[in-house]
T-cell receptor, first 110, second 113 residues
């Protein structure tokens, strides 16, 4: 089975609210994690990454949190906008390969 | 899409015919990858390349072959297409392996009838 999974397949959020997308991974040896955003009909787009020696990293309107104790990764999007509607994937690197979860579909309500 | 193009973007073919998909990059990255994306499966690695003429199999390589004769081009061939190979195919590139981000192309939607 897949080593990376997302807790919820869908997430509906009100415009302007913060979004939190969760991801669980099973391989404690994974040392690098990436969040991707995929809009309909397009390829996955890099959002933010984090290495296993960190527990938090911030980008523009996004924050990734890594909890290695419980093997959990989350992506926080501040002030969610309509353009944030997409499928979000987490990916983990282990043994020089990326493994992807099935994704969470985020829908932003006006 | 990080200087990555894929061609064709859409293709319809018949079972048993050969199909070649092309990935072209302008970033001079060493590593190139082919993935397929299917509902409920996420992205699955088919083959990857770590240099010109250097390739290796991924988790779903059966029925696929690849070639890389130039740094910028990575070809994926379905020798005899089957309906189970109907999918969206993505090419990705990275500078290295390990803790390296992979950047994806726009994808090729393939329908095998």
């Amino acid at each position: 089975g897949e080593s990376v999974g997302l807790h919820l397949p869908t997430l509906s959020v009100q415009e302007g609210d913060n979004s939190i997308i969760n991801c669980a991974y099973s391989n404690s040896a994974s040392d690098y994690f990436i969040w991707y955003k995929q809009e309909s009909g397009k390829g996955p787009q890099f959002i933010i990454d984090i290495r296993s020696n960190m527990d938090k990293r911030q980008g523009q309107r996004v924050t990734v949190l890594l909890n290695k104790t419980v093997k959990h990764l989350s992506l926080q999007i501040a002030a969610t906008q309509p353009g944030d509607s997409a499928v979000y994937f987490c990916a983990e690197n282990n043994d020089y390969k990326l493994s992807f979860g099935a994704g969470t579909t985020v829908t932003v309500r006006a | 899409d990080a200087g990555i193009t894929q061609s064709p973007r859409h293709k319809v073919t018949e079972t048993g015919t050969p199909v070649t998909l092309r990935c072209h990059q302008t970033e001079n990255h060493r590593y190139m990858y082919w993935y397929r994306q299917d509902p409920g499966h996420g992205l699955r690695l088919i083959h990857y390349s770590y240099g010109v003429k250097d390739t290796d199999k991924g988790e779903v390589s059966d029925g696929y072959s690849v070639s890389r004769s130039k740094t910028e081009d990575f070809l994926l061939t379905l020798e005899s297409a089957t309906s189970s190979q109907t999918s969206v195919y993505f090419c990705a590139i990275s500078e290295g392996q390990g803790q390296q981000t992979q950047y994806f192309g726009p994808g090729t939607r393939l329908l095998v009838l």
